[in-house]
């Protein structure tokens, strides 16, 4: 296990009132894997991830990295596991060229010499295919693709063992995010990364990841596979989202909950097809298991 | 004649062709898709049909609507026809409702200004407005402020303030990007109801090809300013004939294409200002020879291509 998070929960405090976005996930991640993380928006995705890295205080829970807790860890320890935001052009700096935000956290962690550095940033720009001329641009002269390969390499500078990706290509062209998509794979699997790939795209979660969580209202609601996850779904909130990705006009009646009022029991229950009186009261647990749910109905 | 005819639209800004001759006609009660990646010139062509584009925009061509030409219509006509003949839902609807107006006022307001209804009747007509979009509780939500709404309900405010006056066109830019996975397929179903039930056209603006193939009757696909192809949705996605519309489709990540490497497009959508001389995918195209860097290629038969897919007739 290279990534545990127990009952880990995330809250923040808006206008007086206590916003629950993550109430008590525990998944695992191991060396090598590849877990796609996903939901809709105000499911507690993104707070996970930033949790993850030790950005997101916890209300209750842990979360540890290769044995170690995430929260006030050391230099040491961060830089083994870095992140990729969705929006390339707003988490590099504006104002610094390709090879300062690149340079940056070499610097900060203080590796090699200045010109080490350099034949570094060289190496980086071959790993994500860009050329070297790029180096003395800013940002915004760059393509949407070329900033997000920017900002990989940036992620990649320190040779984490672990990449928390936040919708990376969400962004994209279709056609650019297939450019982005064949990379990254190409990257995890020379430099055996693990990755927890965080999509609202279940087809892209298919073709990159090999295990999925789906998350709903604040909390992991299957877990497994991805072959078995979104080839056999369990929980009918996991059955709708496949379905609508082969049928368009399949829908989910209702819409997905805000996070200031989660409905009690299942929070799923409004908009289930199967549901029963004890969805309503009662909060199923998600079970031990290689493929699991957390649903009273579906029986896995 | 066809409810919507579009004919030779180009649009030129500052010297650079933004949009480039395109040509298109939706029946009353159809979905035309207009699709393409940035900078293909789809939002320019939207503008282009509101008559939205900044000043110093020179636009050719025409776009009848019945018999209302949206391009040469006069400041005066054109205000008239804003809403009445052509609406549009735009993407972003937290961006689009004013905040501080009611969602009563959002409907009222526009019925008011194009004189749609008598005082009397705004109120009930809004309410019955908000009803056809499946708003629930209309009546209440009448007072509601946008901040109030899930970004579903906030869509399908911004439907029925579009379709208040009645349009004949109505143009939708992305009207589901915003929305998740779950939420999409209803949306797009509302409008096809509404389109099919008023015998509205419906002009739906995409960057997904794939998102909008079960509600559309007929495809454009838009690179670079240029149509490179137009026809049936279900033939367009069964035997795609273009070069560039198949490799936006093999380049999306999908259960058929599972396994190995995604057949990725090299480089990147040229600008406006960037001279591509002949066929403007050529540069990317795998198909491409000599000729293809010289001729610009027609539109034959729905594909704008020297050697199409599937027509090695033609060579």
Redesign the interface.
Known sequence: MLLGVEGAHVHYRARGTTVEAVRGVSLTVNKGERLGLVG??GCGKSSLARAMLGLEPLAAGAIHFDGQPVHGAKATLRRRLQPVFQDAGSALDPRMTVAASLREPLELHRVGTAASREAHLDELLDLVQLPREVKGRLPRTL???QRQRVNLARALALEPELLILDEPVSAL???????V??LL??IARTRALTLVFIS?D???V???CDSVAVMYAGLVVERGPASRVLGSPLHPYTR??CA??V???????G??P?PAHWPPGCAFHP?CPVVVERCRKDRPALPEGEHRAACFVTDP | MSAVEVRGLGVELDGAKLLDGLSLSIEAGALHALVG??GSGKTTAANALLRLLPEGAKVRGSALVGTVDLIALGAAALERARGRTVAMMLQEPLAALNPVLTVGAHLTETLEVHRAVTKGELRSRAVALLEEVGLPEPASRFHAYPHQL????RQRVLLAAALACEPALLIADEPTTAL??????????LI?GLAERRKLAVLLIS?????????CRDVSVLYAGRLVEQGPVAQVFARPRHPYTH??LA?????EH?GG??????G??PGPNDVVPGCRFHPRCPRAEARCRIEVPALVDGCACHFPLGGEGRR
Do not use: C, F, Y
Request: aromatic share 2%.
């Open positions: 809709e928006s393509s949407a693709g062209d279709v056609s650019v995010q297939a450019q998509l064949n794979e190409s609202h279940l087809d892209v298919a073709h990159l709708a989202l609508a990705r049928k368009a006009l399949e829908g989910t009646p819409e997905p805000s908009r | 990646e940035s899930s970004g579903g309900q998740d996975a779950s939420m999409k397929g209803v949306v797009l179903a096809r960057h997904d090809l794939w998102a909008v193939r079960e509600v490799a936006l380049a999306r990540p999908a259960p599972r490497a995604l057949e990725a497009i090299g990147v959508v």
